[in-house]
């Protein structure tokens, strides 16, 4: 049965940074394999929201951005940390693609917020969703 690694949020883990969750319709005929990076970077349930500061996931990546809390607190190490830990799993367990949660800083594929804390969203990928399409993992967004 193939194995895709899915936002731990959409299978209904409590894990959103409100200590929320956010299920999902899911495909039946697959193994999910659930993951949240920012718990798995070492981040806590609930935790202040976070955006991406100055660009997008890639940028994260490239050092050109931060993740940022709404009071100003960096936690760009701990969305690096768990992006590395999604990746990881992905190569592990021979999973070839994701189905993660849209607009997140770190599971969103094609939008995240601004960096502003205003509810605008601009094009781009969370930390997590750019280093997985960065290694050729495709995704799905809910």
């Known amino acids: ?4 690694l899915v936002s731990a949020c959409l299978v209904g883990c ?10 999902a319709q899911l495909p039946q005929n697959v193994e999910l394999v659930p993951v949240c990076p920012e718990v798995a970077g070492g981040l806590p ?4 929201p976070a955006e991406i500061i100055g660009g ?6 490239a050092g050109r951005a931060r993740v940022c809390t709404r009071a100003g607190r960096d936690v760009t190490a701990q ?3 768990g992006a590395e830990h999604a990746l990881r799993i992905c190569r592990e367990e021979g999973i070839i693609r994701a189905i993660l949660k849209r ?17 605008r969203l601009i094009a781009g990928a969370g930390v ?3 280093l997985l399409l960065q290694h050729g993992i495709p995704i799905e967004e809910r």
Not at 1 to 4: A, F, S, T
Not at 103 to 119: E, I, K, L, N
């Open 1 to 4: 049965m193939e194995k895709v």
């Open 56 to 61: 997008t996931g890639n940028d994260v990546l």
């Open 45 to 48: 349930i609930p935790r202040d």
């Open 79 to 81: 969305f690096k940390r």
């Open 103 to 119: 607009r997140s800083p770190s599971c969103g594929a094609t939008q995240v917020y601004d960096g502003t804390f205003s509810g």
């Open 128 to 130: 997590t969703a750019a």
């Open 14 to 23: 409590r894990c959103r940074y409100d200590g929320e969750h956010a299920h």
